[in-house]
Nanobody, 114 residues
Framework: QVQLVESGGGLVQAGGSLRLSCATS????????MGWYRQAPGKQRDWVAR???????NYADSVKGRFTVSRDNAKNMVYLQMNSLKPDDTAVYYC????????WGQGTQVTVSS
C-alpha cells in the first residue's frame, strides 16, 4: 500500500523557515532516491529536490542554497528544510520517489506572505 504523508507546512512571512516531513513506507523508501515536488496555484507540479539512498542531494535552481533535503533511512522519513522563503515558494509540497511514482499523497500547504 502506498504511504506518502507530508506534514509541516504552514503560513510564514517572507524570509522565514519551515521544515517539512514525509513519512513513507519501506517499500517506497528503501534503496530509492526520494524527491520533493511542489505545485503552486495555477501552475504545473515542479520538481524541487532529490536525495539519494545514501544522502546525495540535488536541487532545482529556484531553491538551491535555500532548501536542504535529507532522509532518515531508519525511520523511512524524508525532510525538506526551507529557509529564506519567498512568496514564490507558495505551493502544495509533495514527496515521492524520484523519478516519481504514479501515486501521490495529499501534500502539505506552504504559504509565504510578502
Amino acid at each position: 500500500q502506498v504511504q506518502l504523508v507530508e506534514s509541516g507546512g504552514g503560513l510564514v512571512q517572507a524570509g522565514g523557515s519551515l521544515r517539512l516531513s514525509c513519512a513513507t513506507s519501506g517499500r517506497i523508501f528503501n534503496f530509492r532516491p526520494m524527491g520533493w515536488y511542489r505545485q503552486a496555484p495555477g501552475k504545473q507540479r515542479d520538481w524541487v529536490a532529490r536525495v539519494s539512498s545514501v544522502g546525495n542531494t540535488n536541487y532545482a535552481d529556484s531553491v538551491k542554497g535555500r532548501f536542504t533535503v535529507s532522509r532518515d533511512n531508519a525511520k523511512n522519513m524524508v525532510y525538506l528544510q526551507m529557509n529564506s522563503l519567498k512568496p514564490d515558494d507558495t505551493a502544495v509540497y509533495y514527496c515521492n520517489t524520484d523519478p516519481a511514482g504514479i501515486y501521490w499523497g495529499q501534500g502539505t500547504q506552504v504559504t509565504v506572505s510578502s
